[in-house]
């Protein structure tokens, strides 16, 4: 089985940075993924990190260490747009199991 | 480009009765996936789908059944609702073959918000 573990709820301020944390316990991995979710609305692909490191996309960034079980996504330049939540999801072989989930709410 | 589309947006039953919810993909997609999403859980796995065919239980497929019978299509039925089903489903497909393609992520459709009285 996997476990992962994210913080509920984050708040920050525009413009400001901010870094949410993913941790998780799996049996294998093949991938972790990060995405967004505004309320009402469907997830969206952010980032995708197999190996160690960080991959960065414009104002978001995502940084792995598999030997620690541990991610993070970071997000620069914060916009009011960026209030949603974030799931972080790591993928066995095949298929992906997604954490609860972090609210991030952002306030001018 | 339709990407994934999911039938019906919303539905309100009755406890006991029975409906299917349709999720259609016109990307070629092997792997198709059935979430429902309740307040403070996250997305929980129902049952997914690796292929035409085929269909193998997720993390939480106790009251749900699927069918897969078409590669572009996934079938979620209830057969007896119950007030604990009331919450958001996605339906979801991906793309993986080979290696080199371990980076395609999901793509969700626009969910279904079941309420059951």
């Known amino acids: 089985g996997q476990n992962i573990d994210q913080p509920t709820e984050m708040t920050a301020t525009e413009g400001a940075i901010v870094q949410i944390n993913c941790t998780y316990q799996?049996?294998?991995?093949?991938?972790l993924f990060w995405y967004q979710q505004h309320a009402g609305e469907a997830p969206t692909f952010l980032s995708y990190?197999?190996?160690?490191g960080l991959e960065e996309k414009g104002r978001f960034s995502s940084f792995l260490s598999r030997s620690k079980g541990y991610s993070y996504l970071l997000l620069k330049e914060l916009q009011m747009k960026d209030s949603a939540s974030y799931l972080c999801?790591?993928?066995?072989?095949?298929?992906?199991?997604f954490g609860r989930g972090t609210s991030l709410i952002v306030h001018p | 480009n339709a990407g994934v589309t999911q039938t019906p947006k919303f539905r309100v039953l009755k406890t006991g009765q029975s409906m299917t919810l349709l999720c259609a993909q016109d990307?070629?997609?092997?792997?198709m996936y059935w979430y429902r999403q309740d307040p403070g859980m996250g997305l929980r796995l129902i049952h997914y789908s690796v292929g035409e065919g085929t269909t193998a239980k997720g993390e939480v497929p106790d009251g749900y059944n699927v069918s897969r019978l078409k590669k572009q299509n996934f079938l979620l039925g209830l057969e007896s609702a119950a007030p604990s089903q009331t919450s958001v489903y996605f339906c979801?497909?991906?793309?993986?073959?080979?290696?080199?393609?371990?980076?395609?992520?999901?793509?969700f459709g626009d969910g279904t918000r079941l309420s059951i009285l």
């Open positions: 990307m070629n997609h092997e792997y």
């Open positions: 990190n197999v190996l160690d």
């Open positions: 799996t049996s294998g991995f093949n991938g």
């Open positions: 979801a497909s991906s793309y993986f073959g080979l290696v080199s393609d371990s980076n395609q992520p999901q793509h």
């Open positions: 999801a790591v993928r066995d072989r095949y298929i992906p199991t």
